[in-house]
């Protein structure tokens, strides 16, 4: 729900851009915070969903670590100011070049996705003098009940190592000098909405956890990666239920003392933060179909022509104005030579006309990080409520 102040903003915005609220973020984050406290459970954000600078800023404020998936976003939590004790860095293809950058920056923990990459990583640090922090990332076959495409914890899945194969794992640990095992890692999907699921992976990795101690292995970390969902039908401020969420680890998970439980949050942090806001170009009335034009495309969020991912779409114009609306079918389109190219189809809204602001909500996650140049489209902008 916007404000007629902010709508009236946007109007002298060129669009797109995305909108940050940066007050709901920051609310989100207390939340977030606030709940883990009580459990001493630690937070590292998943950069993955958004790496921009200002979120990183209120992120790292709150005193959360950093999750990241390739060298770039170490370097930018780094930049940011994230301590490097604890930043973390998963991912099944780490390639040298961003090992050895990684190893420089001394980050708290590798979260080794195969056997090869720790060899490989042993090599590395062998050859630094250094010795790196590890935990194994472990497929633990729990299904997320989430789309299959963003689902990371099957056995059919390319992420972690299969439980097959951890004696060797085990074996190629006890081998390794420059490598310090700390922990298990586990993340099984993303935007999981069926706190149970979370149940299941509990006891997954109570399982794993006491495999590795009866082989004599100490854990000082159990992180169990992140995946908590958003409700993309009701976007209006929107705090995910943190607290029913880490009570579920601190009932099923089996912490021993002094070990700690690590959690990678990415979407449910930042999610509902950022809506896109975009224009009508032209409106298409045909015999079948209906079309809204937009200013704004694939380009700028891919989500639902790769996912088929609902967002929900304000025009905001016309919810603004006081009068007897005709609700009308619309396929609501980008500009982009894609047949894919479409945020929804058969969305009722009222009629609409050229030049009406639209808001597509729940675009704070995997949103602004995913844009991109096809057909040489100009960089997104992003603003932010505390500024304008
Ligand atoms: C290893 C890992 N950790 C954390 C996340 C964050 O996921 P989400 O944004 O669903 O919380 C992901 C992405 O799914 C991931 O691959
Ligand atoms: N990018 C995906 C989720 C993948 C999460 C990263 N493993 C999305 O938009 O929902």
């Known amino acids: 729900m916007f404000a007629d102040k902010d709508i009236s903003k946007f109007n002298n915005i060129e669009t797109p851009f995305y909108y940050y609220d940066t007050e709901l973020l920051q609310k989100t984050l207390r939340t977030c915070a606030d709940a883990a ?18 979120l990183l800023e209120q992120i790292k404020g709150i005193g959360f670590g950093a999750d990241c998936v390739s060298a770039g976003e170490v370097r930018r939590a780094v930049e940011v100011g994230f301590d490097h004790k604890k930043i973390v860095f998963a991912g099944v293809g780490k390639s040298d070049k961003e090992i050895n950058e990684a190893l420089d920056l001394d980050i708290f923990c590798f979260n080794v996705e195969s056997i090869q990459e720790l060899e490989v990583l042993n090599e590395l640090a062998v050859a630094k003098g250094k010795i790196a922090q590890v935990a194994i990332r472990i497929n633990p076959n729990v299904d997320a009940h989430t789309h299959h495409n963003i689902t990371t914890g099957l056995d059919e899945n390319k992420f972690g190592i299969n439980s097959w194969d951890l004696p060797e794992c085990a074996e190629t640990l006890k081998a390794s000098p420059n490598l310090k095992f700390i922990g298990i890692h586990f993340h099984i999907g993303s935007q999981i909405t069926n706190l149970d699921v979370y149940k299941n992976l509990c006891v997954r990795v109570n399982e794993f956890a006491k495999w590795f101690e009866d082989k004599g292995f100490k854990l000082e970390v159990l992180n169990v990666g992140g995946g908590l969902g958003i409700d993309y039908y009701n976007p209006d401020n929107q705090i995910p239920d943190f ?56 380009t700028e969020l891919m989500r639902p022509a790769l996912y088929q991912a609902y967002h929900k779409i304000e025009n905001l114009t016309q919810s603004k104005i006081v009068r007897l609306k005709t609700e009308i079918k619309y396929d609501i389109v980008g500009p982009i030579c894609e047949s894919t190219d479409c945020f929804g189809k058969e969305v009722e809204q009222p009629e609409s006309f050229r030049g009406d602001i639209f808001a597509i909500r729940s675009a704070g996650a995997y949103g602004e990080v995913m844009a991109s140049k096809y057909n040489l489209r100009d960089a997104i902008r992003s603003v932010y409520s505390n500024e304008i």
């Open 243 to 298: 607290a029913a969420y880490f009570q579920i680890f601190n009932e099923f998970l089996d912490v021993k003392p002094n070990q700690e439980v690590h959690f990678e949050l990415g979407r449910a942090l930042v999610g509902q933060s950022a809506s896109l806001i975009t224009r009508a170009l032209y409106i298409k009335n045909g015999k079948k179909k209906n079309f809204v034009v937009l200013d704004a495309g694939m």
């Open 37 to 54: 406290a009580p459990f001493k459970f630690h937070i590292h954000y998943a950069l993955k969903a958004n790496f921009n600078s200002v």
